[in-house]
């Protein structure tokens, strides 16, 4: 059995690279011989996918960000197409990257109609309501939405969709996670330390955008808190010489580590950083946190005025509750001075801390049961069974 994966950015070849682990395990428990054929990154291929482009890199948010990364993608796209057209495979899974796995789907619902298609961690498009035409669109040419938020399960069963709700694949990577004391040991924390960690890129943009303001408010809060010490995962390397370059100029008390994301999670008393997946990392590991994001101001313009773009939250946590459980400071908001605002106030306020925390135990009770990545690699198997069958 051969199944194509289909995701890109950081975020996603993570929960590619758990999905690809939960397959072979799964396909074994069935005695079924399995192939994962994929587009995504270093985790999905160390996981086991057979890669036929890296897309960790070429991702971004908005319409002018993504303009250096059309001919990139259309030529990781259409190498995919290529490969699909000649070696068909029993089904497709596309993770989270909404643009690409779009125009992946279409193709394959155009050229090859037999073969199924699964869509895990869909585009938020239950959060932000796009164009309703990409919504039909969307829900015509995937088989089966396998949903991570129950507000994502419900809004597109109400578009027509069929929906298996499997929960957050972030609880299975919890399991992993060490104790405070353990990721201070490894990381070379001192226990009584007071650890601030800072989230500012997954993305290429996001160097612009949040790098400069982030390191500006860490400045701040070293101002206030001086025996206060910054680290700082780099999810990009090519990035790690600006970061330290703009780190010295600050007379910031930083440290740049390359990936460990998980432990430094662990370990620290408050972390600020962009909106995104990490937020319901933290949140999952009850850390404090001050959430952020800056897009270009044409960007935000556009969307708002061609896309009818608004939304109430941007980080997960705020959406699975439907309430402001951590601040988030978006764009004019997320300034420097607000920035340290907060993460102060959440430093030094035991009581605002501790309500954090309780809001975060009541989200958690929203994502679902541990074994989500497997729950979804039984459910994609099945599809592409059930289609091997049919075309038999």
């Known amino acids: ?3 194509f994966i289909s995701t890109g950015e950081v975020s996603g070849d993570l929960q590619g690279g758990l999905l690809v682990e939960a ?10 011989d ?3 054929v994929a587009l995504g990154g270093d985790r999905m291929a160390e996981a086991g996918a057979k890669l036929l482009g890296h897309t960790t890199g070429i991702g971004s948010v908005g319409l002018l960000e993504a303009l250096p990364f059309i001919f990139p993608t259309l030529r990781v796209q259409n190498r995919a197409k290529r490969y699909l057209k000649d070696n068909p495979p029993d089904a497709i899974a596309a993770i989270d990257y909404a643009g690409p796995n779009t125009a992946i789907s279409t193709f394959a619902r155009r050229n090859l109609p037999h073969i199924p298609v699964a869509y895990y961690i869909a585009p938020q498009y239950w959060v932000w309501w796009p164009l309703k035409k990409d919504i039909e669109r969307l829900v015509k040419n995937t088989d089966l939405f396998l949903a991570i938020f129950p507000g994502e399960a419900r809004f597109f069963e109400k578009q027509g969709g069929t929906v ?14 060490p104790t405070r004391e353990e990721a201070r040991d490894r990381l070379s924390i001192p226990q009584n330390q007071l650890a601030i960690a800072l989230f500012p890129f997954s993305r290429h943009q996001e160097v612009k955008y949040l790098l400069p303001v982030l390191l500006a408010a860490a400045r701040k809060i070293q101002d206030k808190l001086p025996h206060a010490h910054f680290w700082i995962p780099i ?10 370059t703009q780190i010295q100029d600050l007379n910031l008390s930083a440290t740049v580590l390359d990936g460990q994301s998980l432990q430094l999670m662990a370990a620290v008393d408050l972390a600020i950083g962009k909106s995104g997946t990490v937020n319901l990392e933290l949140a999952l590991m009850n850390v404090p946190q001050v959430v952020i994001y800056r897009l270009s101001p044409v960007t935000l313009w556009l969307a708002k005025t061609l896309f009818n773009y608004s939304t109430p939250f941007l980080s997960p946590p705020n959406l699975v509750l439907g309430e402001s459980i951590v601040p988030e400071l978006f764009q004019q908001e997320a300034t420097p001075e607000n920035i340290a605002q907060q993460g102060l106030d959440l430093l030094l306020n035991s009581e605002r801390r501790e309500q954090m925390q309780q809001d975060y135990q009541r989200m958690r009770l929203k994502l679902g049961e541990i074994g989500v990545s497997d729950r979804a690699a039984r459910a ?12 038999e």
Request: glycine letters at 2%; zero cysteines.
């Open 380 to 391: 994609i198997l099945k599809l592409a069974l059930q289609s091997t069958v049919r075309n």
């Open 164 to 177: 298996e709700w499997v929960g957050h694949p972030l609880l299975d990577r919890m399991q992993n996670a």
């Open 23 to 32: 397959l072979y395990r799964q396909a074994s428990a069935m005695e079924v």
């Open 34 to 36: 399995l192939e994962i």
């Open 235 to 244: 999810s990009l390397p090519d990035y790690r010489s600006l970061v330290e």
């Open 1 to 3: 059995m051969r199944i």
